[in-house]
């Protein structure tokens, strides 16, 4: 079913939002990174936005909507996804260099897109191919000037694998998200159910990274800068971003979304500009502007698709 216009627009801009404070995300972990271990950080954030969504949810859906509409195992199965995609970003990360990771990562509208085949059967968008092949030569410029920039290059780590799986988890959940709540359930409680579950699931993963020494003990005791910028995160970038998220998963698609995704690292460049004085590269601006241009190009394509079906 195509959504109409303005569904569409709603759901462009719902990414936009999402990969904006996903954006935002980038610098404030780097730091946080210094105070929490990667594992120990992803239980305290999605903690704090699970206990938001909660209240969120009570006070404009009724406490009602704090409940789901649908087996439990389903839940389970969904925030799963949701912790897998957490822990296997942080491990790609750690046994991996940032240029390597930011190439891998740039292939993500591909990995959405062969998740999106095979869990769904369904075609793929008129202008996908032609949409993703701008956002990965976009990625691929910015990368390149950041290599030049730092010394370092594309060079196999072991954790690469690692993060091509971790989006492939994200794309499972956003498909079952859409598949197996009923069409009436608000992309809130969604949230809400697939957050509260997955923080059982990232304390596992956490006691398992602690057991294998990944993991030190857990920083009960953080200083203020950090707290700030632990709450900044949690409510924007995982509470807000996730419920964006979803709904433009609802209005546009896995496959839109995974090119939004390609937006991120733009956005964290631009926020890292205003916020933190770091200047981008002029190969950073360019390939933020293609990838931009990748994505403009394919919610242009649909646009297109649904006057001709509407006229």
């Known amino acids: 079913m195509v959504s109409a216009p303005s569904g569409a627009l709603v759901g462009a801009v719902c990414y936009l939002l999402a990969c904006l404070f996903w954006g ?23 903690s704090i936005a699970t206990v938001i969504l909660a209240v969120w949810v009570g006070v404009t859906l009724g406490p009602a909507r704090l409940r789901p509409s649908i087996p439990w195992w389903r839940i389970l199965v969904m925030s799963g996804c949701v912790s897998l995609f957490f822990v296997l970003y942080n491990l790609g990360l750690l046994y991996t260099n940032t240029i390597t990771a930011a190439a891998i990562m740039a292939g993500s509208p591909v990995y959405g897109a062969v998740v999106f085949r095979m869990m769904t059967r369904a075609p793929l968008e008129k202008g ?20 030049g920039e730092t010394g370092q ?7 690469e694998l690692f993060i091509v799986l971790s ?11 859409v598949r197996w709540f009923p069409a009436e359930t608000p992309q809130l409680s969604r949230t809400f159910l697939t957050s509260l579950c997955a923080i ?15 993991a030190g003990a857990p920083n009960l005791n953080p200083n203020p800068t950090a707290l700030a910028y632990l709450l900044i995160t949690a409510v924007f970038s995982t509470t807000l971003g996730n419920v964006l998220w979803n709904i433009g998963v609802a209005r546009l698609g896995v496959n839109a979304g995974m090119m939004w995704q390609n937006t991120v690292p733009v956005f964290a460049v631009l926020i890292s500009l205003v916020f933190f004085g770091v200047i981008p590269l002029f190969e950073q601006v360019l390939g933020g502007a293609l990838v931009l241009s990748g994505v403009l190009f394919m919610q242009w394509h649909r646009m297109r698709e649904q006057r001709a079906l509407a006229g």
Do not use: E, K, Q
């Not at 929490?36 to 305290?44: E, N, Q």
């Not at 092949?133 to 390149?144: C, D, K, N, P, S």
């Not at 699931?201 to 057991?211: I, K, P, T, V, Y």
């Open 128 to 147: 996908f191919w032609g949409a993703a092949l701008l956002t990965v030569i976009g990625a691929i410029i910015a990368i390149y000037g950041r290599a």
């Open 24 to 46: 935002l995300n980038i610098p404030l972990t780097a730091t946080l990174f210094a105070t929490f271990d990667a594992f120990w950080l992803a239980c305290l954030r999605l």
């Open 200 to 214: 059982p699931w990232l304390l596992l993963w956490w006691m398992l990274a602690r057991a294998a020494g990944l």
């Open 167 to 177: 989006f492939v988890a994200w794309a499972v959940y956003s498909i079952l998200a």
């Open 153 to 159: 290059s594309v060079a196999l780590g072991g954790g």
